[in-house]
């Protein structure tokens, strides 16, 4: 039986209302629950709920700018994001170790689990940098190393 030829009869048994619901393992359009339970004998016309998803939840990326890299941490993490710290050149106008910005920026739709780069103004003797800063420095950074002579 094809799929309008179930639709078709099964709207001829049942009435249908759904709600929607974000989630974010249950894809956009596909039926979640419903408030009778499969296999209940109820009368022709009963009407039966079905929960919808309507896919992950979007939200906007709050402005975190001018705030410590643990302040928005507190802000952003609890949203599900995904966070990695980075460092700005900082000509000594700006605040040290304060965001200067996030990547995606503020006010950009995401989604829980997606990643955010928060770029932090680096103390104005500090060097530029781009790359990630790492919170606790690894085994292999942490020992001496020498050079080999040409």
């Known amino acids: 039986m094809s799929r309008q030829n179930l639709d078709t009869y099964y709207t001829s048994l049942f009435t249908f209302k759904t709600a929607t619901v974000s989630s974010a393992t249950v894809p956009r359009g596909q039926i979640i629950s419903q408030d009778i339970p499969a296999n209940t004998s109820v ?32 802000v952003l993490s609890p949203l599900g994001l995904v966070c990695t710290k980075n460092v700005k050149y900082n000509d000594g106008t700006h605040a040290s170790d304060t965001v200067a910005e996030t990547f995606p920026t503020a006010g950009t739709q995401v989604t829980a689990g997606d990643s955010i780069s928060i770029v932090l103004w680096s103390n104005a003797d500090d060097v530029s940098s781009t790359a990630p800063v790492s919170e606790a420095p690894s085994a292999a950074n942490s020992q001496p190393t020498s050079a080999a002579a040409p």
């Open 43 to 74: 009368d022709k016309g009963t009407c039966i709920l079905l929960t919808v998803s309507t896919g992950p939840e979007t939200f906007r990326v709050p402005e975190v700018a001018g705030q410590t890299y643990e302040q928005a941490l507190a």
